[in-house]
């Protein structure tokens, strides 16, 4: 299924609903990127970020390495926008940003952004 502009975070917010393990690969991450957690109640969370060429806020790093069961690390040429769960996956064009995502508000987002949601297990 096609997943676009608010959708994208709906999407992330209700994948993200109780999974137990959720491997996220997202290059750039916004003040307030941590929210997408917010109903977060899993055991593992793996997050890849890319640290080095900065389109990350650092202040996010520390709320995120905060979140129950999560191990955050980092790959200098990441450029992935991937979640990944046991049951679904997002693959798609957004970073985890107001640009990618609207965080702070839908009339702030600045860029349209298209994903894939998958339910196939292969």
Same mark, same amino acid.
């Given at each position: 299924? #096609? ?5 994208? /975070?709906?999407? $992330?917010?209700? /994948? ?8 996220? &690969?997202?290059?750039?991450?916004? &003040? ?6 917010? =109903? ?5 969370? %793996?997050?890849?970020?890319?640290? %080095? $060429?900065?389109?990350?806020?650092? !202040?996010?790093?520390?709320?995120? =390495?905060?979140?129950?069961? !999560? =191990? ?5 040429? /990441? ?8 049951? =679904?996956?997002?693959?798609?064009? !957004? ?5 990618? #995502?609207? #965080?702070?508000?839908?009339?702030? &987002? ?6 894939? /949601? ?5």
């Amino acid at each position: 299924m #096609l997943i676009h502009d608010r959708k994208y /975070l709906d999407t $992330l917010h209700e /994948l993200l609903r109780g999974v137990q393990k959720a491997s996220v &690969a997202v290059a750039f991450w916004g &003040a307030g990127g941590e929210s997408v957690f917010k =109903q977060w109640r899993g055991e593992s969370l %793996r997050i890849i970020c890319n640290l %080095r $060429l900065g389109g990350t806020n650092p !202040a996010v790093i520390p709320k995120l =390495q905060a979140i129950q069961g !999560a =191990q955050v690390r980092h790959l200098d040429n /990441l450029h992935a926008k991937l979640v990944l769960t046991e049951r =679904q996956m997002v693959l798609g064009s !957004a970073n985890i940003s107001t640009n990618g #995502l609207g #965080l702070e508000a839908s009339e702030v &987002a600045g860029f349209s952004e298209l994903g894939i /949601l998958s339910t196939d297990a292969g």
